[in-house]
């Protein structure tokens, strides 16, 4: 399993947070990573310091067939294919389109990297979504092989969780029947809050099989580093939230691990 999506249809839950900071914990463990940024918002490219126009960015990867040219490379072993505003308008452009549900999944298929397909030469590919269930969302579900749900410790990020995790399941069953629903990462975790101890509780009570038994707490420094183009993680290693990011990816790698055998 190599290809993962971020969703949430919730804003503001720390997915794309997740992404860049799981996808940067990988890369100082000498992974190979690629991050997609198929969000019009285009955070995870700003939050690496990285700002493109259409003509830089996965828009155009789409219209070429092949997204190589437009890799950043902000890290060792951390490549980023950014987005661009211009995404926006791929909603209507799919309309018409024959088999449009398939658009990123071919994309990835016939990019290559360095001669090699993508597949074969990143260990992961990391897909950032945007806070909706649209077209593009549609896209990103039938392209990835597994999903990572991150949910902001409050009761609103909870109520809706159902809804997400019953359009997985109809994406499974009409497009990717190798959907897998991989994990879900609890964010923003006070544990001086009574609220955030209630949901991170109800999530594991109805969710217990996918639930990371890593904590991503709340932290100031979380909020300021994409202001300075870093993920967490570099902008203040020793940040309880970096800490907890790095215990994520040595979580995540073992359960890719344990789905593989």
Known sequence: MKIFAF???????GKTTVAINLARALSLKNYKILLIDFDPQANAGSGLGIRVNK?????????????????????????????SIDLVGL????????????????LIEKSTFNGFPLKNFFDFIFID?????????VNILTACEGVIIPLQCEYYAL??????VRTIRGIKKSFNPDLVLFGLVLTMYDKRNRLSYEVAEEAKNHFKWIVFNTLIPRSVRVSEAPSFGKPVIDYEP??????????????FLERVKNYSK
């Open 159 to 164: 109520e809706g969780l159902s809804l997400l």
């Open 7 to 13: 969703i949430n249809q919730k804003g503001g839950v």
């Open 55 to 83: 003509e830089e960015s996965i828009y155009q990867a789409l219209i070429e067939g092949n997204c190589e040219r437009f890799f950043k490379n902000p890290y060792p072993n951390f490549y980023v294919l950014p987005s």
């Open 129 to 137: 979504s945007p806070p909706s269930l649209s077209l593009i969302t």
């Open 238 to 251: 020793q940040n309880k939230a970096s800490l907890s990011f790095i215990e994520l990816a040595e979580e």
């Open 91 to 106: 909603e209507v452009e799919l309309v018409d389109l024959p088999e449009r549900e398939y658009l990123l999944k071919k």
